[in-house]
């Protein structure tokens, strides 16, 4: 066999924006942040990191684009049926991105950071306009647009990523130590607090021992769409 036939096979897909991301979001589910580098990611797609410099120039834009990659997936709602109304197409954005932060442990702190730091790049417009249309669709008048899609917002960006928290916390526990003997620890230690200073938390500690995460979460989006729907009735 002569060197020239042991050479490695040449990628038969070219390299393009749309595959340094997809292996970036594969790397961060894997390896978390830390572990996304560009020498790692040239190892995975085959190549050498100055050609991902081409297409990339940084991490701070690999970390966004994979957090926009991600959120696109989430917040793209497709029609089930004709009758389906705002407050449905609210609930499945809602739970697409409940479910992407499930998913991929990085991406709730992404989200802080793209939200806080760069409002103007690709992550936070998507979300907003996603949500925005719904809000414009239930008939709230125009100058109330901007709060009540706010409040939808850091509703489910907040919950979402306190529930993703908590399962990382929960993870960091061990292997030995599941969901529901967690949940018993909390309630069980509620419980046992004092009653004159802590009535209520008292009150709601076999609640909290019993909850499900997903339908608490969606409880709370019909709160926030009810007080909407009440400011601003359809039709008004």
């Not at 389906?84 to 989200?111: K, M, Y």
């Not at 802080?112 to 925005?132: D, K, M, N």
């Amino acid at each position: 066999m002569t060197p020239r036939s042991r050479r490695p096979e040449r990628r038969q897909e070219p390299l393009s924006r749309e595959r340094i991301v997809g292996a970036a979001v594969e790397l961060l589910d894997t390896v978390g942040e830390r572990g996304l580098t560009f020498r790692a990611l040239a190892e995975r797609l085959a190549t050498g990191p100055g050609a991902i410099y081409w297409h990339i120039t940084g991490k701070a834009e690999l970390l966004t684009a994979a957090t926009d990659a991600v959120v696109a997936t989430a917040v793209t709602v497709e029609p089930t049926g004709s009758t389906d109304s705002p407050q449905d197409a609210i609930r499945a954005v809602a739970l697409g991105l409940f479910d992407a932060t499930e998913t991929h442990p990085w991406l709730a702190t992404q989200l802080a950071t793209q939200l806080s730091r760069t409002p103007w790049g690709s992550v936070t417009p998507r979300i907003f306009e996603s949500l925005g249309r719904q809000v414009r669709a239930l008939g709230v008048p125009e100058d109330s647009w901007f709060t009540a899609s706010s409040a939808l917002m850091h509703y489910i960006l907040g919950a979402s990523g306190q529930n993703a928290a908590n399962t990382a916390g929960a993870d960091a526990l061990g292997p030995d130590v599941d969901r529901a003997e967690f949940l018993d620890t909390v309630s069980t230690a509620w419980e046992g607090l004092d009653p004159d200073d802590y009535p209520f938390t008292r009150a709601v500690a076999d609640q909290a021992r019993d909850h499900d995460d997903r339908e608490q979460f969606l409880a709370g989006i019909a709160l926030v769409l009810a007080g909407i729907t009440a400011l601003h009735p359809p039709g008004r």
